[in-house]
């Protein structure tokens, strides 16, 4: 497995996580395509890091334009030995909110654009047999919870794609990497009191650590491994009753 990597994209590199990759990758020196919306946030990451970094506005919902953008990063970054899908969102769900627009704004930006981003990563890799795929997941995908129904499907169908894609592409010299992270502090969860919290450096070295080492799946931290056996193992009439 690759200690390092030459070339890498990561999608959803404008914050947190994503952001905290990108300077980790760069640091060790890796070239970077650095894949968001907000060109502004990216701009500025890049103006701290150098040419090491080249930046990709873009909205993965716009999916008939990620084809050509992924052939255009890869021949512009000169190869794609490692694709990080970190891109996600997770409004806030009250009690008895049934939002169909907030809903699929989570199916679409954390699953679906992400299989589209990683289809063609993997028809890629699968050709040149080698390389490295990795979803950032979630703890979250592992029950149906209560407080954010469409929140927790996203990441169970990101966690099941991700074990589909491994199967597929072991055979070919292909690396699939299942991040799933517990809490971490990044605006995605501002002002939210959760148990366990990371830093985005904790989060990002771990992810890391997992691509280096071609882990299949992971929890980040490793503390989450025995903590998720147990919530998977509760039974549904007992875990019903909970707010977990
Ligand atoms: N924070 C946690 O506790 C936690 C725990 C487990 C898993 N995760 C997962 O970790 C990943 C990173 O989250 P984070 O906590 O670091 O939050 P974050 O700082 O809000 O980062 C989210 C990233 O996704 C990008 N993104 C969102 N919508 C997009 C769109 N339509 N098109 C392109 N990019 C888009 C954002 O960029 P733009 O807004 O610039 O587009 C940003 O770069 C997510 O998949 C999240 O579900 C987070």
Not at 52 to 81: M, N, Q, S, W
Not at 163 to 181: C, F, H, I, M, Q
Not at 188 to 199: A, D, N, Q, R
């Amino acid at each position: 497995m690759p200690s390092s990597f030459a070339t890498a994209i990561v999608v959803g590199a404008s914050s947190g996580i994503g952001e905290s990759m990108v300077r980790k990758l760069v640091a060790s020196g890796t070239r970077v395509a650095a894949v968001a919306r907000r060109k502004s946030e990216l701009d500025r990451i890049a103006g701290e890091l150098g040419d090491k970094v080249l930046v990709y506005p873009h909205d993965v919902r716009d999916y008939d334009a990620t084809p050509a953008l992924f052939e255009r990063i890869v021949a512009e970054l000169g190869g794609c030995d490692l694709i990080v899908y970190n891109a996600g969102v997770m409004p806030r769900v009250e009690e008895g909110e049934y939002d169909f627009a907030k809903d699929r704004e989570m199916i679409e930006v954390n699953l679906l654009a992400g299989m589209c981003w990683l289809n063609l990563a993997s028809a890629l890799m699968e050709v040149r047999r080698a390389g490295t795929i990795c979803g950032i997941s979630s703890v979250a995908g592992e029950r149906g919870r209560r407080g954010n129904p469409a929140y927790h499907t996203s990441k169970a169908g990101m966690t099941t794609y991700l074990e589909a894609l491994r199967n597929r592409l072991s055979r070919y010299g292909v690396s699939v990497v299942t991040v799933k992270p517990g809490p971490v502090d990044t605006p995605m969860t501002k002002g939210l009191k959760l148990p366990l919290m990371i830093t985005v450096d904790q989060a990002a070295d771990g992810a890391l650590s997992m691509m280096r080492a071609g882990t299949g799946e992971g929890y980040v931290p490793a503390v989450w491994g025995p903590i998720m056996w147990v919530i998977r193992n509760v039974p549904s009439a007992l875990f019903r009753r909970t707010n977990i």
